[in-house]
Nanobody, 118 residues
Framework: QVQLVESGGGLVQAGGSLRLSCAASGSALATYVMGWYRQAPGEQRNLVALATRGVITKYADSVKGRFTISRDNAKNTVYLQMNNLKPEDTAVYYC????????????WGQGTQVTVSS
């Protein structure tokens, strides 16, 4: 069992940057495939970025070149660096831990709000 807590969300102007953090407890993040998902009002939750247990990462087309996922297994933390933010990036961002790279895992954080103003 792993518990996930996100932080780092907030209000930023278009073109700005934010770094989200996901701190884990109860289990080692190194054993999980880690992902960041987001959900805007009235929309489904979608994958933003994913990092396997190794060095493989995957990104949604809409964030490629702007977002970077990284993991610090020593700190049991996963990050999402978001640059050149756009109003359409506005959503609640969730951290996820699972066992495969094809579907979301069963462990979710509580989410952190990111709002990008134009």
């Amino acid at each position: 069992q792993v518990q996930l807590v996100e932080s780092g969300g907030g209000l930023v102007q278009a073109g700005g940057s934010l770094r989200l953090s996901c701190a884990a407890s109860g289990s080692a993040l190194a054993t999980y495939v880690m992902g960041w998902y987001r959900q805007a009002p009235g929309e489904q939750r979608n994958l933003v970025a994913l990092a396997t247990r190794g060095v493989i990462t995957k990104y949604a087309d809409s964030v490629k070149g702007r977002f970077t996922i990284s993991r610090d297994n020593a700190k049991n933390t996963v990050y999402l660096q978001m640059n050149n933010l756009k109003p359409e990036d506005t959503a609640v961002y969730y951290c996820n831990a699972g066992q495969t790279s094809t579907t979301a895992g069963r462990f979710w954080g509580q989410g952190t709000q990111v709002t990008v103003s134009s």
